[in-house]
C-alpha cells in the first residue's frame, strides 16, 4: 500500500480532460477554493472543497499538507527539450552578444558540432550524471515530466547512447522521462553535401536498432531549409511511423518551408517552434489535430520574434508551451520566465499559458490520460505554489513560485522558508 497524503485549504487550479484544449477551451480552469486533493498509492484519488473531504476521512491514516494561502496546479509537462549533452558553449553565447555572425561562431568552432564533439566523447556516466543535476534543476522550476531528444551524437553508437541515457534517468530519477529519437538533427560531418545518404543512414542503421531497443516512444526531425527538407523528412517520418514510432517535427522555425502541412498530413503528435507556420499550416495543424507547441524561451535568446500564439489559439488549434533547454539556443530551462513570455510578449491569457504547460504538453507526449491535470485517476504530480492563486504565474515576473513539488504522491522538492536573521 503506497502513501496516503491530503493536500488541504488550498486553491487547486487545473485545467480538466484526457485529450488536449483546443482555441477558446484552453481558457476553461477548474478553480476551487479552499480546496483538498486525496492521494494514495501515487494517484489523484479525491478533488474537491476541503469541508467535504476532510470529513470523509480520518486523517490519522494520512501525511497532511496544509496548503493555506497556497495554489495547487498540476506538475508542468517540458515536452521539448534537448536535455543530455555533453559540454557547454558559453563562448558562443557570449560571442553572439558581443555581436559576432554565424559565420565567425562557426568560423571559431562554434554551433551544433561543438555540442556533437563533445557528447560523442563523453561516456554514459558522465551523461547521466550531468542528466540527473539537470532533471533536479528542472524538478526546482515544478516540472514532473520531461521529453528530451536524442541528436547531439549524428552516429548510430552515440545517438542510441543517448537515449540509453534517458531511459535510465527515467528509472533512477523521480521525473518521468520520454524520449525521442531526433537523429535527424543536423548533417554529421562525416555525410557532409549527402543529405539524403545520412537520412538512408539513419533508416537502415539506427533507427531499427531504436526500435527493436525500445528506446524512444517518438521520432522528431529538424526540418528546415538547408538541413532537412520537406521531401527528406517526410521519408525518414514516415519509415519511423511503419516501424511504429509515434512522430513530431521541428517545423518552420526559420523558414517558412511548410513543416506544419507536413506534420498535419503524417499525423504527428506536434509540430514544434511554428514561428514561421503559415496560415494554411495552422488551419492544417488544428484540423489533424495536431498539438502546436511553442518555445517562447528560444526566441528570446535568439532575440527572434515570437510564435503568434494569439493567432494559433484564436485559430482553434491546441498550444503547449516547452523550454526547448539545450546548451546552444536556448540554455535555460525557466519555466517563470517562459510564463511570462508567453503571457506578455504572445498575449496568451495565464490560463492558456497553464494549460499548456500542463494538459497540453501532456497531450504533445501522448499521455494526457494520465497527467496533466489535478483530477481523480490520474498521476499525483502537483505543484503547490507559494501564492493563493494561479495568476501569480504572470504576474510575479519570470520568478520562481514553487514551495512543494509531489511526483507520484511523494514530495520530491520542498522549499523550506528562509530563516530571516534577527537580532541576538
Ligand atoms: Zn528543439
New binding site residues.
Given amino acids: 500500500m503506497g502513501k496516503k497524503l491530503i493536500v488541504k485549504a488550498c486553491q487547486i487550479a487545473t485545467p480538466k480532460g484526457k485529450q488536449a484544449k483546443y482555441g477558446k477551451e484552453m481558457n476553461n480552469l477548474a478553480v476551487i477554493e479552499n480546496g483538498a486533493i486525496v492521494v494514495e498509492d501515487g494517484i489523484i484519488q479525491e478533488v474537491g472543497p476541503a469541508a467535504d473531504i476532510l470529513q470523509a476521512h480520518d486523517l490519522k491514516d494520512f501525511e497532511i499538507i496544509d496548503a493555506a494561502g497556497k495554489c495547487a496546479v498540476p506538475g508542468f509537462v517540458d515536452a ?1 527539450t ?1 536535455f543530455i549533452f555533453g559540454g557547454y558553449r558559453p563562448d558562443e553565447f557570449y560571442m553572439r552578444l558581443n555581436g559576432a555572425s554565424y559565420m565567425e561562431i562557426m568560423n571559431a568552432g562554434g554551433g551544433i558540432q561543438n555540442t556533437v564533439n563533445a557528447t560523442r566523447s563523453s561516456c554514459f556516466d558522465e551523461l547521466f550524471q550531468a542528466g540527473m543535476d539537470r532533471l533536479d534543476a528542472m524538478v526546482d522550476y515544478g516540472i514532473t515530466t520531461v521529453e528530451g ?1 536524442s541528436g547531439y551524437g549524428l552516429d548510430a553508437e552515440t545517438e542510441l547512447l543517448q537515449l540509453k541515457v534517458q531511459g535510465k534517468l527515467n528509472q533512477a530519477h523521480p521525473v518521468d522521462v520520454v524520449s525521442t529519437f531526433l537523429g535527424a538533427h543536423a548533417v554529421p560531418p562525416e555525410f557532409k553535401g549527402r543529405n539524403e545518404a545520412y537520412i538512408d543512414f539513419l533508416i537502415q542503421n539506427v533507427l531499427p536498432k531504436v526500435v527493436e531497443e525500445k528506446l524512444a516512444e517518438f521520432c522528431d526531425v529538424f526540418c528546415e531549409d538547408g538541413v532537412f527538407s520537406i521531401a527528406l523528412s517526410r521519408k525518414l517520418l514516415q519509415e519511423a511511423k511503419k516501424q511504429g514510432l509515434e512522430i513530431k517535427a ?1 517545423a518552420d522555425e526559420i523558414e517558412q518551408l511548410g513543416g506544419a502541412e507536413l506534420a498535419a498530413e503524417l499525423g504527428a503528435v506536434s509540430a ?2 511554428l514561428l514561421e507556420a503559415s496560415d494554411h499550416g495552422i488551419e492544417q495543424l488544428k484540423k489533424h489535430r495536431v498539438v502546436a507547441t511553442l ?1 517562447p524561451a528560444t526566441a528570446f535568446c535568439l532575440n527572434k520574434r515570437y510564435a503568434d500564439a494569439r493567432k494559433i489559439i484564436d485559430q482553434g488549434c491546441a498550444v503547449a508551451l516547452a523550454s ?1 533547454f ?1 546548451p546552444g539556443s536556448c540554455f535555460t530551462q525557466s519555466v517563470p520566465l517562459i510564463f511570462a513570455l508567453a503571457c506578455i510578449q504572445m498575449k496568451m491569457t495565464p490560463e492558456e499559458a497553464l494549460t499548456a504547460f500542463t494538459l497540453n504538453g501532456a497531450a504533445a507526449l501522448k499521455r494526457a490520460d494520465s497527467i496533466g491535470s489535478i483530477e481523480t485517476g490520474k498521476k499525483a504530480d502537483i505543484v503547490i505554489l507559494k501564492y493563493p492563486s494561479y495568476k501569480y504565474l504572470s504576474y510575479h515576473t519570470a520568478a520562481n513560485l514553487v514551495e512543494t513539488v509531489i511526483k507520484d504522491g511523494k514530495i520530491v522538492k520542498q522549499f523550506s522558508t528562509n530563516k530571516r536573521y534577527t537580532e541576538v
Fill in positions: 521539448h534537448h531528444k521541428h514544434d517552434h518555445l526547448d539545450n
